[in-house]
């Protein structure tokens, strides 16, 4: 089945930093989508990407959808430490139908050094 | 607007015991999802439902089930409880139709099978 690559497992970075996490499949999507996730919480929906080559912001938040479909990046700029957390990728082929369900990465732990 | 709801929030039970978890959607929202996270799996989708009709499934064995009812909230069943499904369940609703509008997560109802 369809299978998101994110690695490595975990980053450390210094407060401040700017920090770059990249998600790949060996299948196509057509839809990316990138969450945080805090402890004892769900995960909560940061970026949305609909179309190859797309690249959107939120606030300190890059994502960039890749012009093959296959993969995805985050950026985060000025590291904070609330950014702490883990960050999943997630894929989607359609929006409605057998192919609407979402595929995920197994996430990367950020840990933000003050 | 409240947000997605699940109940309860910690759940232990012994092997060969069954267990219900319950999801309330967002307000509006037509379609629940369901996920089991674990360490070493990440996040795996179990199935979806959309007025009150499976509309997708994972590869679960059918020990798990669910169903939504027709004001939307939806429950889901695993049976013959082994300790591979300890683990945190995730319900994400959303409006499930053709627009760009993405899921929103509960914060997970935490099951340990002892």
């Known amino acids: 089945g369809q299978q998101l690559n994110q690695s490595p497992q975990s980053m450390f970075i210094q407060e401040g930093e700017d920090v770059s996490m990249n998600c790949t499949s060996s299948s196509i999507f057509n839809t990316w989508l990138w969450y945080k996730q805090d402890p004892g919480e769900g995960p909560v929906l940061l970026i949305a990407l609909y179309k190859a080559g797309e690249l959107t912001s939120n606030g300190r938040l890059t994502a960039q959808f890749g012009i093959t479909r296959k993969d995805s990046f985050l950026n985060i700029s000025a590291s904070i430490p609330s950014d702490v957390g883990i960050y999943f990728c997630a894929g989607r082929l359609s929006r409605t139908g057998a192919n609407s369900k979402l595929t995920f990465g197994k996430g990367i732990t950020l840990s933000v050094r003050p | 607007k409240a947000g997605v709801t699940q109940t309860p929030r910690y759940l232990i039970k012994t092997r060969g015991q069954q267990v219900t978890l319950s999801c309330s959607p967002i307000s509006g929202h037509r379609s629940v999802s369901w996920y089991q996270q674990t360490p070493g799996q990440g996040l795996q989708f179990l199935f979806e439902y959309f007025s009150e009709t499976q509309r997708n499934k994972g590869n679960f064995p059918g020990r798990f089930s669910g169903r939504q009812f027709s004001n939307s909230r939806s429950e889901m069943n695993v049976s013959t409880l082994e300790l591979g499904d300890s683990a945190l369940y995730l319900c994400?609703?959303?409006?499930?139709?053709?627009?760009?509008?993405?899921?929103?997560f509960g914060q997970g109802t935490r099951l340990t099978v002892v």
């Open positions: 994400a609703s959303s409006l499930g139709d053709h627009m760009n509008t993405e899921a929103f």
